[in-house]
């Protein structure tokens, strides 16, 4: 199971840190991504990172914004959120598979979601 968390009200321009904690089963193994979703948006790809860390892709709407990172010991992905916007406000996933994937349906392993507000 994967648990997400991190998520909560900031103003524009502010940080928050997202993290996913897996739990039952060790992904160590699993690439994982994060994903969001805006009311009445499409699920959309957000930043992922390979099972060693050695890989990360981040779509063009956070890059330079945002930074994914791991630690394979404590079984958690960090999605760090800086200079956030009112357009990153979103429900935020995290998912984890066995590839390095930038579609949601491929992603076999979901977290229920955290929601950041970002106030203007």
């Known amino acids: 199971q994967l648990q997400a968390s991190g998520g909560g009200l900031v103003q524009a321009g502010g940080s928050l840190r997202l993290s996913c904690a897996a739990s039952?089963?060790?992904?160590?193994?699993?690439?994982v991504g994060w994903f969001r979703q805006a009311p009445g948006k499409e699920r959309e790809f957000v930043a992922n990172i390979a099972w060693s860390g050695g890989s990360t892709y981040y779509s063009d709407s956070v890059k330079g914004r945002f930074t994914i990172s791991r630690d394979n010991a404590k079984n958690t992905v960090y999605l760090q959120m800086n200079s956030l916007k009112p357009e990153d406000t979103a429900i935020y996933y995290c998912?984890?598979?066995?590839?390095?994937?930038?579609?949601?349906?491929?992603?076999?392993?979901w977290g229920q979601g955290t929601l950041v507000t970002v106030s203007s």
């Open positions: 998912a984890a598979d066995q590839s390095l994937a930038l579609i949601a349906r491929e992603y076999v392993y």
């Open positions: 039952g089963r060790s992904f160590s193994s699993y690439a």
